[in-house]
């Protein structure tokens, strides 16, 4: 990046990171909490040397607890003020940005990459999709005490074959509003990709139960409830059609249980071709904008 005769102008940057959620509550900014959010903008602001801390925006909020290995943001950063933060490196200014974050950024939060986004790029508004991981052991002789802050122990075998039958007919776009926490004029309606359990046999998850949980979008809590309606099938307190029963229902009255967060992860945010960035955020928020009266970004799953 060179710099610009108009020093006010902004560029807006990517940034790719990674967090372990269990010392923080949640993503956004909260008087008097630990959060993702406060902790970025703050180090944002101390290596930019801005009179108060930058917004950035996220691609899909987390509750409480919620880890991330892939989750993306944006800040919009005057031009000159970006340069100047560069100080004499000769290096490009993102990467000089990221070099210095890393510096001040507690271990628990990891920011991969900066790069300057493409144009019409909202970190928000332009995803196409999220992807969830929920990790289950229910097997005590499993269980790793290096992972428990991410994986949820079980006191009784689960029958993966059965969650994973269960969960087949949510897939695809419904009104979820049985499998999440309602908020004021927001619209429930979702579309879910994919909706699967597996139990690995080989590598970092070898053993565990692990659901794959993938939409356009997640209202509050959802993956969570989505799992818990699962894990009562998979204990045979429910039979397998009681998901889909539930969701049916329309009603957060039909008793789906939430899981605790520590064993929900996300992996990944999908987004266009870049020449494609700025109509998909134009179509996204048209339709958000059309549907929620609630201005809150409405990607998380809690």
Known sequence: MSASPDDDAAVRLRLDLAYDGSRFAGWAVQPGLRTVQGVLEDALGMVLRTDGPPRVTVAGRTDSGVHARGQVAHVDIPV???ERSRGRAERPVEEALLTR???VLPTD???HAVTQAPDGFDARFSA????YTYRVCDDSARRDPLARAHVLWHRRPLDVEAMDVAGRPLEGRHDFASYCKPRAGATTIRTLEVFRWSRPLDGPDA???VATVQADAFCHSMVRTLVGASVAVGEGRRDAGWPAQLLAARSRLAGAHVVP?????LEEVGYPADDEMGARAERTRSRREAHDVDPRPQGCCG
């Open 101 to 103: 974050l890393g510096g």
């Open 80 to 82: 000159g003020l970006l």
């Open 109 to 111: 939060l990891v920011v």
């Open 261 to 265: 967060a520590h064993g929900l992860t």
């Open 128 to 131: 196409l999709r999220r992807r």
């Open 207 to 209: 053993g565990l139960v």
